[in-house]
């Protein structure tokens, strides 16, 4: 397989992207924070930058969240891989959102390679879950009424 290559301006494709994108650094603080996450979360650049991911996380998640967090930055590897994590998140303004979100590790220049911090590329999928968390209730519901 070839590959073009042509310049690319990386700051204008982060800016345009429909998804947001999230980079927090090695203590979990936010560093980039795209317009899409401003759309998606509520949260403004200046109010997001230098504050911690705690402000998209739902509280009783947090611990779990950190546990990972800190282990990741200690052994510089990820279990999620490639894989799409679907979890809870939180809107500025309260309301539980779903988000589904890829993560990659960011890592210093070599010879040292250790891991600064965490790209996320995340999607809303509130209203997918919704839909389908609803269909599951009306498909037990039409089950449990023909006996099946």
């Given at each position: 397989?070839?590959?073009?290559?042509?310049?690319?301006?990386?700051?204008?494709?982060i800016d345009v992207i429909g998804?947001?994108?999230?980079?927090?650094?090695?203590?979990?603080?936010?560093?980039?924070?795209?317009?899409?996450?401003?759309?998606?979360?509520?949260?403004?650049?200046?109010?997001?930058?230098?504050?911690?991911?705690?402000?998209?996380?739902?509280?009783?998640?947090?611990?779990?969240?950190?546990?990972?967090?800190?282990?990741?930055?200690?052994?510089?590897?990820?279990?999620?891989?490639?894989?799409?994590?679907?979890?809870?998140?939180?809107?500025?303004?309260?309301?539980?959102?779903?988000?589904?979100?890829?993560?990659?590790?960011?890592?210093?220049?070599?010879?040292?390679?250790?891991?600064?911090?965490?790209?996320?590329?995340?999607?809303?999928?509130?209203?997918?879950?919704?839909?389908?968390?609803?269909?599951?209730?009306?498909?037990?519901?039409?089950?449990?009424?023909?006996?099946g």
């Open positions: 397989m070839t590959t073009k290559t042509f310049p690319i301006d990386f700051e204008q494709l998804d947001a994108v999230v980079i927090s650094d090695a203590r979990g603080a936010i560093t980039l924070w795209n317009p899409a996450a401003e759309r998606m979360f509520g949260f403004t650049p200046a109010e997001a930058l230098g504050n911690s991911l705690d402000i998209i996380i739902p509280e009783r998640l947090r611990g779990r969240h950190w546990a990972g967090y800190e282990k990741t930055m200690a052994t510089g590897e990820t279990r999620y891989g490639h894989d799409v994590l679907r979890v809870p998140a939180v809107h500025k303004d309260g309301r539980a959102l779903s988000i589904a979100f890829t993560v990659a590790l960011l890592h210093s220049a070599q010879p040292d390679a250790v891991v600064t911090g965490i790209v996320a590329v995340i999607r809303d999928e509130t209203s997918r879950f919704t839909e389908e968390r609803n269909l599951k209730k009306r498909l037990a519901e039409l089950e449990a009424r023909s006996g």
